[in-house]
T-cell receptor
Framework: NAGVMQNPRHLVRRRGQEARLRCSPM?????VYWYRQLPEEGLKFMVY????????ESGMPKERFSAEFPKEGPSILRIQQVVRGDSAAYFC?????????????FGQGTRLTVV | AQKVTQAQTEISVVEKEDVTLDCVYE???????LFWYKQPPSGELVFLIR??????QNEISGRYSWNFQKSTSSFNFTITASQVVDSAVYFC?????????????FGQGTELSVKP
């Protein structure tokens, strides 16, 4: 049973380009969470999605950031017109349900560097 | 408001020493979960433990042990006889009942350095 898969592991973008980060949840998991870890900081919640729905995007920056989790395929975190401050590690977690008793499993992260 | 505080930014010990990483949390919920994760230099997040708010029993797993005290809102993590491979950043996290199960609030992390 493969874990949460994120790709790419490392991504370099020039300022102004778009970044697309992919997350394939564990088999049977329909709930996905995205977190951002800025350098020297802890992880901060960004968005929670179920298949085809955004449930909680309270942690998403208001501009340039969007997320989706289509019926088929991985969840995508999209950052438009990247700036240096977007450089961070982006982690995805998945869980089988929203119940508090379930545990979220994290992927290995995508390290975005904006040059 | 919910919050997790790891007051120790960095800790350095010599191999075989015991070390305790502190975690203090704030929440208004009576039902919540507490977690510890390890982030080694390779960068991935490794799950260590999850504890629910109704279970105050201490937990031991090999060289790792956890002390949960609701009276002081603390969930401290002790590594006994530390090893170089324990060097990592350790995060404490909180999940509240009124949040979705995977929405965690993380502390700032404690960077542990174990020297040979």
């Amino acid at each position: 049973n493969a874990g949460v898969m994120q790709n790419p592991r490392h991504l370099v973008r020039r300022r102004g380009q778009e970044a697309r980060l992919r997350c394939s949840p564990m088999k049977g998991h329909s709930h996905v969470y995205w977190y951002r870890q800025l350098p020297e900081e802890g992880l901060k919640f960004m968005v929670y999605l179920q298949k085809e729905n955004i449930i909680d995007e309270s942690g998403m920056p208001k501009e340039r950031f969007s997320a989706e989790f289509p019926k088929e395929g991985p969840s995508i975190l999209r950052i438009q017109q990247v700036v240096r401050g977007d450089s961070a590690a982006y982690f995805c977690a998945s869980s089988p349900s929203w119940d508090l008793n379930t545990e979220a499993f994290f992927g290995q992260g995508t390290r975005l560097t904006v040059v | 408001a919910q919050k997790v505080t790891q007051a120790q930014t960095e800790i350095s010990v010599v191999e075989k020493e015991d070390v305790t990483l502190d975690c203090v949390y704030e929440t208004r919920d009576t039902t919540y979960y507490l977690f510890w994760y390890k982030q080694p230099p390779s960068g991935e997040l490794v799950f260590l433990i999850r504890r629910n708010s109704f279970d105050e029993q201490n937990e031991i797993s090999g060289r790792y042990s956890w002390n949960f005290q609701k009276s002081t809102s603390s969930f401290n993590f002790t590594i006994t006889a530390s090893q170089v491979v324990d060097s990592a950043v350790y995060f404490c996290a909180l999940s509240e009942a009124n949040n979705q199960g995977g929405k965690l609030i993380f502390g700032q992390g404690t960077e542990l350095s174990v020297k040979p």
